[in-house]
């Protein structure tokens, strides 16, 4: 993980609580978006091998706790400063008539179906390693010192083979008909 916030000085006087309330409460928008997680349902659980994922729109939910418990219904927005989403079928009515959107913390939610048009949310919750992401390939820098040989095929017949020495760094080739 990262740190929420910046290391001051001021903060070896703090308490525990008073500094963790400071990185919870006072946290950027893009950590209060990460904040914005809710459980997943126990057959999601099993099958992307996950605990909990972002709520996003267009994700099913499954209120728990509140006033609207056992209410299932779409995500239809979310405010990642306040940690709450509103759901399809839970209004409020005001007192001119008007109906409103109801927010409901994300805590209190269990997601039911993900929204997966999002390829790389996709990936994430297969656990695959997107194109973008750069990863160390543990295998190439094990045969990094060793003499690597290449085969191919051409249309004609021939075979055609580079061996490369990564010592001197020059490349060979040899032709040979079959």
């Known amino acids: 993980g990262q740190e929420l916030q910046i290391w001051h000085r001021r903060w070896y006087d703090m308490k525990p609580t008073k500094m963790r309330n400071l990185q919870i409460y006072k946290a950027t928008l893009e950590f209060r978006s990460r904040q914005l997680a ?15 994922v972002r709520v996003i729109e267009g994700d099913t939910v499954l209120v728990v706790r509140g006033e609207y418990k056992e209410i299932v219904g779409k995500v239809i927005k979310s405010n990642a400063a306040e940690g709450t989403i509103a759901i399809e079928d839970i209004k409020k009515e005001k007192g001119k008539g008007e109906k409103i959107d109801v927010m409901i913390h994300a805590s209190n939610v269990v997601i039911t179906s993900l929204d997966t048009s999002d390829k790389w949310r996709r990936a994430r919750l297969e ?33 055609k083979s580079t061996v490369s020495d990564s010592a001197d760094g020059k490349a060979k080739n040899t032709v040979s008909d079959s």
């Open 38 to 52: 809710s459980p997943l349902s126990k057959d999601l659980r099993k099958k992307y091998n996950k605990r909990s």
């Open 127 to 159: 656990g695959k390693k997107s194109k973008n992401m750069i990863v160390k390939d543990p295998v190439a820098d094990d045969t990094a010192g060793k003499a690597k040989s290449t085969v191919s095929e051409a249309s004609t017949g021939e075979t």
